[in-house]
Every structure is written in C-alpha cells, then in structure tokens.
C-alpha cells in the first residue's frame, strides 16, 4: 500500500509539473541577436502566447516604436499585450515581482500562457536568473525552468571566450555557454 501511495504521489507531481508554465532563460552576449529574436517572437503569428520578460539593462531593448505598433492594450506599463497574443514585461524591479503578477493572472483566468522568456543582459550569468526557479516558492509553484538558451555570435565567439579576465572575474562568455543546454548560432 505504501507503494501505491508512492505511485499516486508521482502521478500527482508529474501531472502539477504538466501545469507549470515552462521558462527559457535567454542569455548571449552584447551583439549575438537576442533583441532580433525577440522582436520576431512579439510580432510574429506562431499562435503562441509567450510573455517576453526583457532585462530593462539591455543596450538596445525592444524597440519601443515595434511595441506602440504592434500593441493592443498599454494598461500596465510594465505589461503590454502585444497583437499576436504575446506578453512584453520590462523588468525595472525584481524578476519575481513580475512573475508574481503574471502568476496572478494566470491564477485568476484572465491571462493563458504556452511559456515565458527571460532575457538577461549581455553582460549577465545566468545562474542567478536559473536559480529564482528552485528557492522561490511562489515561483515553483506556478513556473519551472524548461531551459537555458544562448544565443552565439558566431563570427565573435572565439575572441568572447578567449577574452582574458583580471582575476577573480568571471568571463560571461564562458558562462553562458557552460550554463546552456540549448546553443544558437547566429
């Protein structure tokens, strides 16, 4: 009997995990295409409702007049729904804050998600973003991490990783690509 109840408490998980709205982390350094990509994924007809959390930090960020134009309700102006059925976010104070509001509404029936993109910040290691997913509560109850994506400029990739660091810092490069388990060449 202990077995069965084992068996029906994995039944159970598996099927809160199926409930879960799956997270990409995309990271790549400055100039390897992120922005691009997501633009295409804000505006394009893929029947998808992606919310795109962008890293306010970002050198260009989502063009601001692709967002006026391809935007159909600007309510909250850290949440703006996009035509194609997308979610842009703009993350000014702390990624949970934001997946707390998105887990709300979720919650509440009146927002449907298939998945969630973080963007990082060229510069950023995306451990602490994985991280979010395993020591927040709220987060774990309502979000699991499908996957770390790094975007690679192939033409600039080898000088990234070959960059020489002063002691005691880290090379980004050399991060994202060891935290990945999805690479992209662009």
Do not use: W, Y
């Amino acid at each position: 009997s202990k077995r069965r109840l084992d068996e029906a408490q994995m039944a159970a998980s598996a099927e809160d995990n199926e409930n879960l709205v799956p997270v990409t982390v995309l990271t790549g350094f400055l100039g390897s295409g992120k922005t691009t990509l997501l633009n295409h994924i804000l505006t394009a007809t893929h029947g998808k409702k992606i919310a795109v959390i962008e890293n306010e930090f970002g050198d260009v960020g989502i063009d601001d007049e692709l967002l006026q134009k391809n935007s159909k309700v600007q309510a909250d102006e850290e949440i703006i729904e996009m035509m194609n059925g997308c979610i842009c976010c703009t993350v000014r104070q702390d990624l949970i804050v934001v997946l707390e509001k998105l887990a709300k509404r979720v919650k509440a029936g009146t927002l449907k998600l298939d998945g969630v993109i973080i963007e990082t910040t060229g510069m950023a290691d995306p451990a602490p973003v994985a991280q979010t997913f395993f020591v927040d509560d709220m987060v774990k109850a309502s979000f699991k991490l499908d996957g770390i994506v790094t975007l690679v400029d192939a033409k600039h990739v080898e000088q990234h990783l070959d960059e020489e660091k002063p002691e005691g810092a880290e090379n980004e490069a050399v991060e994202q690509v060891a935290f990945a388990d999805r690479i992209l060449l662009n």
